[in-house]
């Protein structure tokens, strides 16, 4: 009888300790673990839509963490605002054999506003949960009640390039009547479907043992090598706004609910304006005059309050306050243009450079951002209406080139903004420089920076600023060994196709190099194509070139009479479907005169034409180190 109770005893220990036992590393298949900071055992994730104006979202995750690289897995952060409701948040820590090490309640996280911004509820519960011994692993799980059907959470397979994935899993229940519509990418499977005994329908899908893509230089945005999942509403309800996303037309007709009635300019500014414009012949001039009027008027702040994420303050709030968010500021532009009979529209788009391609088959709220575009004939005029100094109908790398959803008086049409091409990106240098016969040398620069290369380093936004930054911004952004900068200016053309002029005198110390009798400088002063990619046995990713341009350097050298030319390379020239590039050096009345032009074409290419982008690379590199040498009388 005591061997019977002693076993029984020995038998319920190791049962218990084996269910304490949850995650071991062990457990985990070695190929999985390969060039990867963290693996996701698990990602588990489902969505309740009972009604239009609702849902409910669970998730359920475990990462190990197996270095250093994947610490950012042990950070938790879970948002919500008065519309969304956390509840059941959990997490636990585990060892690297699987023995808890830690459990944390909903009380443990920390609480704070995620968004500096005067009107904002945007809020996270969060926790960092990293240990000092790896690997270990991160469980938690939560659940968020959204008082709104306006936006359904999708699911990323793959978190991120540096994070393998053992098992993941999406599930929707829907009622009838509001069935979500699904985008997928690279998702070869259909969902598994399924009828809940409460009688809700559910789509299912699940994916195992998935290692991230390898990014490859001048390939797709990473996004766009996973697989992913987008969901989205037909029909609608938030914040008692309800509306159809089936259709862009739907999508802009409920836009438009959100704007009605807010265009309540108080009669003393319409009066301003129509005096500001009385003389003002054309819809452009009387555009660029409001515009002004509204940039000196007006400042940005975010809003994310409720629907306040969505719909503007009134016009007549940012007339008196005098700022707003890039809904409000919109609208009360297109208000100040109503105001003297331009007509303008509300434009959602998604702003930030390299942003990712609208979906035009999936209609759906892709956007971050609000502009105006005023029809002008067979033109538009394009207004980013939350900045203070931006140029007037300028929408340069932060919303140009993408497409948009431009909201109608009947629903809504997709639109597209500028491109900027290679003819109107340009930068155009002339330098002169004295080569003493020491090596070293003084050299008086002037640029000009046209189109979107008006932004390069941030140029666009120091030419705003005090001179001290715009003498740090010429320091880091000239190109040269060894300088010093004895006086600069810089001119602003603020047009819808802005220029900047900067003009510099230099010293350069050591400039050249003289060995004996002969010196040697390197004919291209200070703009060296150093963006050689790595050559590579076979390329997986299509080849992008995301921006166009055209540089044009002319240089002109001058140096004592006792020296004269020894070597002077002959004229290079290289085309690839990628771009142009050429390089010539020649003398007149005294001077050594180099020339250098170099065009490069934005473009979607092949996968195997990736070796071709490399070899032209590192032709227009080598060319641009090439040396003259000169040769001294004495």
């Not at 005096?275 to 009387?286: N, R, V």
């Not at 900045?387 to 993408?402: D, E, H, I, V």
Request: charged content about 20%; some cysteine; glycine content about 6%.
């Amino acid at each position: 009888m005591k061997a019977f109770l002693c076993g029984a005893l020995i038998s319920i220990a190791v049962s218990l300790q084996a269910a304490d036992i949850k995650y071991p590393v062990a457990e985990i298949p070695d190929a999985l673990k390969k060039n990867v900071g963290a693996v996701v055992r698990h990602d588990d994730r489902s969505i309740t839509i009972a009604n239009q104006r609702s849902l409910v979202f669970y998730g359920h995750c475990a990462t190990t963490i197996l270095s250093g690289a994947g610490n950012e897995h042990a950070s938790i952060v879970v948002g919500y605002d008065k519309l969304t409701k956390i509840s059941n948040l959990r997490a636990a820590v585990y060892d690297a054999s699987g023995k808890l090490i830690k459990k944390v309640k909903a009380s443990d996280f920390n609480d704070a506003s995620s968004f500096e911004g005067l009107y904002s509820d945007d809020r996270v519960k969060y926790i960092d949960l990293s240990q000092g011994t790896f690997p270990y692993t991160v469980e938690y799980e939560y659940e968020i009640v959204y008082k709104f059907l306006f936006f359904i959470p999708g699911m990323e397979f793959i978190p991120d390039e540096n994070t393998s994935v053992q098992t993941a899993s999406y599930t929707v229940a829907y009622a009838n009547g509001v069935k979500p519509r699904f985008y997928s990418h690279l998702i070869s499977q259909n969902p598994v479907e399924s009828t809940l005994t409460n009688g809700l329908a559910q789509l299912s899908w699940k994916m195992n043992d998935l290692m991230p893509p390898v990014k490859e230089s001048y390939g797709p945005v990473y996004n766009e090598l996973t697989p992913y999942i987008l969901a989205s509403p037909s029909n609608f309800e938030y914040e008692g706004y309800v509306g159809s996303m089936e259709t862009w037309n739907g999508f802009g007709k409920w836009t438009a609910s959100l704007l009605a009635d807010r265009n309540n300019l108080p009669e003393y500014t319409k009066a301003k304006a129509r005096e500001l414009t009385a003389k003002a012949t054309t819809i452009e001039e009387k555009t660029r005059i409001l515009y002004s009027y509204m940039q000196n008027r007006t400042r940005y702040v975010s809003v994310q309050l409720g629907i306040g994420g969505f719909q503007p303050f009134d016009a007549a709030t940012v007339d008196k306050v005098g700022y707003g968010d890039c809904k409000a500021l919109s609208n009360y532009m297109i208000s100040l243009l109503e105001a003297v009979g331009v007509k303008s529209h509300y434009v959602k788009i998604y702003g930030g450079t390299n942003p990712p391609p609208v979906k035009l088959d999936f209609p759906s709220q892709q956007f971050n951002h609000v502009v105006v575009a005023v029809p002008n004939g067979k033109d538009t005029v394009w207004l980013e209406c939350t900045s203070q100094t931006n140029p007037f109908g300028y929408s340069g790398t932060f919303t140009g080139n993408r497409k948009a959803i431009l909201v109608t008086d009947d629903g809504a049409k997709v639109a597209q903004t500028p491109r900027y091409d290679e003819k109107v990106n340009t930068q155009v240098r002339h330098a002169n420089v004295q080569v003493q016969d020491n090596g070293n040398a003084t050299a008086k620069v002037s640029t000009t920076y046209n189109g979107l290369q008006y932004e390069n380093g941030g140029l666009d936004n120091v030419m705003e600023m005090e001179s001290d930054d715009r003498k740090k911004w010429v320091q880091k952004y000239t190109q040269i060994p060894s300088f010093e900068v004895q006086q600069f200016s810089m001119t602003n053309n603020k047009d819808r196709l802005p220029s900047a002029k900067v003009d510099i005198d230099l010293t350069l110390n050591r400039f050249a190099s003289v060995t004996g009798k002969r010196m040697f400088v390197t004919a291209n002063l200070m703009n060296r194509f150093t963006s050689v990619p790595e050559k590579l046995t076979e390329r997986k990713n299509r080849v992008f070139l995301r921006t166009s341009y055209t540089d044009i350097d002319t240089v002109e050298y001058t140096l004592s009479e006792s020296l004269y030319p020894e070597f002077v390379p002959d004229p290079i020239k290289h085309k690839s479907r990628f771009g142009e590039y050429e390089a010539s050096v020649h003398l007149s009345a005294g001077k050594v005169i180099y020339v250098r032009k170099f065009i490069l074409r934005e473009g979607e290419f092949p996968a195997e034409s990736y070796s071709e982008l490399v070899e032209f690379f590192r032709s227009v590199s080598r060319a641009d180190n090439m040396k003259l040498v000169f040769l001294s009388k004495t």
